[in-house]
C-alpha cells in the first residue's frame, strides 16, 4: 500500500493490524483517482470508514484542500494518524474517534465535494451510509460519492443509478448530487 500520486508520491502506507480492516488495493485506488482525474484539487474530502486513511491520504496528497477520516476503531485511529504524519499531510487533516451515524448527525450543517464510503463488505453499512449522508445533505452542490462494496453487496434501488465498476470482487458505484442524490 502505498500513495501513487501528489506531494507525498511512493509514500508507503502502514496497514491496520489484524483482519478487521480490508484496504482498498492500490490497483482499485489508482483506477478510481483516474475517474476522478482533477476533481481532487481544492476538494473538501470526508473519509467514511477510513480504516488506514489511504482514499483520503491519496486525496491530500493530490491537492484536496482537507478531508475528515471517520473510524471508531482504535488501531485504525492510530494508523491514521501514524500515516498523516509520515506522509506530512497531517496539517489539512482532522481525524474523527467516532461511529460513522454520530459523525454524520453532529456535522449536518457541513458540505463536502468528495466522500469515500467503504465500510465492511457484505453487511447494510453502506446504504445506511448512503440515506445518512443524503438525509443530512452533506454533499456539495456537483459534489460526488465513491462506494466501495463487494460485487454481491446490493445497493438500494434509490441509488443504483450511479456509475459502476468492477475489478474483480470489488464494485465501485460513483454516484454525483447533480444527478441520482437529488431523485
Known amino acids: 500500500m502505498r500513495i501513487i500520486s501528489g506531494s507525498a508520491r511512493g509514500k508507503r502506507l502502514l496497514p491496520v493490524p489484524g483482519m478487521k480492516t480490508r484496504p482498498t488495493t492500490d490497483r482499485v485506488k489508482e ?24 482514499m483520503g491520504i491519496e486525496a491530500l496528497s493530490r491537492g484536496a484542500a482537507s478531508c475528515d477520516f471517520v473510524d471508531h476503531d482504535r488501531a485504525a485511529l492510530a ?3 501514524k500515516n498523516l504524519d509520515g506522509a506530512r499531510l497531517i496539517d489539512r487533516a482532522r481525524v474523527h474517534a467516532v461511529e460513522f451515524s454520530a459523525f454524520l448527525r453532529s456535522h449536518q450543517d457541513a458540505k463536502w ?28 452542490e456537483n459534489g460526488i460519492m465513491v462506494c466501495e462494496s463487494a460485487v454481491p ?26 444527478t441520482e442524490m437529488e431523485s
Open 31 to 54: 483506477n478510481i483517482f483516474n475517474i476522478l482525474q482533477d476533481r481532487t484539487r481544492g476538494a473538501r474530502v470526508l473519509d467514511l470508514f477510513a480504516g488506514t486513511g489511504q
Open 79 to 81: 494508523v491514521i494518524r
Open 113 to 140: 465535494d468528495l466522500i469515500f464510503l467503504d465500510p465492511p463488505y457484505g453487511g447494510k453499512l453502506l446504504n445506511e451510509a448512503l440515506f445518512a449522508a443524503e438525509r443530512f445533505d452533506i454533499l456539495s
Open 153 to 178: 453487496d446490493v445497493l438500494d434501488p434509490h441509488f443504483s443509478g450511479g456509475r459502476e465498476y468492477r475489478y474483480g470482487t470489488i464494485r465501485i458505484t460513483v454516484l454525483e448530487k447533480t
